[in-house]
């Protein structure tokens, strides 16, 4: 097996108001990776930070996510981060998210101008549970976990952290899934 065959689990957290105006394009101001290879063991971890450059990091989003405006005052810009995030493998791994992060990167990579270097096999992990569970309702990453008797770790909205805790839940869905496979095959 290459290290295609791995999967990058990615969370993403955006600027933010506590009242949203009209016409308001969030951005991308943290990244948080948890790469884990073909079995589900962790391979590696990475959280970065993202310049925003049309918003500020307002007190609300500092409050939600724990970012402030110095850590990405300092940061690089998304078309930088892209790069890196190309050298990470963004482009031929599989990728994991909860939930539509995926069209964040593409809807804000778009605006901006910036190729979409992303891998075109992307797993909606709240799709997965969804199905699973035999239900359309949208619930919370932190919530999906309890129902699995995960226990969540961290703070929530935190990129690192929420990526993290969603690649425990790939581990076990995965797992579930595979047993579901293998009863029907019998």
Do not use: R
């Not at 073909?38 to 990091?57: C, D, R, W, Y």
């Amino acid at each position: 097996m290459t290290n295609k065959d791995n999967y990058l689990v990615i969370d993403l957290e955006m600027t933010c108001e506590e009242t949203t105006p009209k016409g308001y394009v969030p951005e991308i101001i943290q990244i948080g990776i948890v790469e884990l290879n073909a079995q589900g063991s962790l391979v590696s971890e990475k959280m970065l930070f993202v310049k925003p450059t049309i918003n500020q990091v307002s007190a609300f989003c500092t409050k939600l996510t724990g970012v402030t405006p110095k850590q990405v005052k300092s940061a690089s810009p998304l078309v930088m981060v892209m790069n890196t995030l190309v050298k990470y493998g963004i482009k031929n791994k599989k990728l994991v998210f909860w939930g539509v992060d995926n069209l964040q990167f593409q809807n804000e990579c778009e605006l901006k101008g910036i190729d979409v270097p992303i891998s075109t096999s992307i797993i909606n992990l709240s799709l997965v549970h969804s199905a699973l569970m035999g239900t359309n309702q949208k619930i919370k990453l932190n919530d999906a976990l309890k129902q699995w008797g995960i226990t969540p770790e961290g703070k929530a909205h935190d990129a690192l952290v929420d990526a993290k805790n969603t690649a425990k839940l790939f581990t076990k869905l995965i797992g579930v899934a595979n047993n579901i496979n293998k009863q029907q095959g019998e």
